[in-house]
């Protein structure tokens, strides 16, 4: 199994609800990653969790709450979003943090994000 | 810091014409560099990768780039494309500990 697997791919919240964003993987990846992407930008790191531990936080708003259960699943919990937080959301993994192929990104579908 | 500049926002070129996309990247040290591939309402999927070793490398679709120490560039070529080659590419660059850096990004359209 080679895939990072995203759900949902679309959700539409307001600005007063509670949703989760979840991922998961079963490659043996140590190392799982959240990413915003905005329509014709690159990918935006926001955490780095290596080992279930987070590891960065690219000082992200504190109504983005990251969540690694175990060293498969991920999951990004969304309250109180901004319609300005509307974007795809990038889940990855990559191999332990540290190693060469830590460096090489499995990318999942995304989510794709509306705040109204 | 580490960051990476794509030098062309946008290329349009026809079916079976050669292509390069140009990507430069700044660091300090020893780094790792990408590139990745976005096809409309997808996530990037990974093209090819240096991490050490030959400076040219290979992706399975034709695409080939090569490591530039001296220019600090890794410029991403094919010499014939496809209209399915339509797509957003994104140079990056990691100087280890799982943290990349993209490019802002190249939307190769492949005209028929």
Known sequence: ??????????????????????????????AM??????????????????YEKLSINESVPSRFSPEC?????????LHALQPEDSALYLCASSQESGAAGANVLT?????RLTVL | AQSVTQLDSQVPVFEEAPVELRCNYSSSVSVY?????????QGLQLLLKYLSG??????INGFEAEFNKSQTSFHLRK????????????????????K?????????TVKP
């Open chain 1, 1 to 30: 199994d080679t895939e990072v697997t995203q759900t949902p791919k679309h959700l539409v919240m307001g600005m007063t609800n509670k949703k989760s964003l979840k991922c998961e993987q079963h490659m043996g990846h140590r």
């Open chain 1, 33 to 50: 990653y959240w990413y915003k992407q905005k329509a014709k930008k690159p990918p935006e790191l926001m955490f780095v969790y290596s």
């Open chain 1, 69 to 77: 259960p175990n060293s498969s699943l991920l999951n990004l919990h």
């Open chain 1, 107 to 111: 990318f999942g579908a995304g989510s």
């Open chain 2, 33 to 41: 560099l990408f590139w990745y591939v976005q096809y409309p309402n």
């Open chain 2, 54 to 59: 030959s400076t040219l490398v290979e992706s």
């Open chain 2, 79 to 98: 010499p014939s494309v496809h209209i399915s080659d339509t797509a957003e590419y994104f140079c990056a660059v990691s100087e280890g500990a799982g």
């Open chain 2, 100 to 108: 990349s850096t993209f490019g802002d990004g190249t939307t190769l």
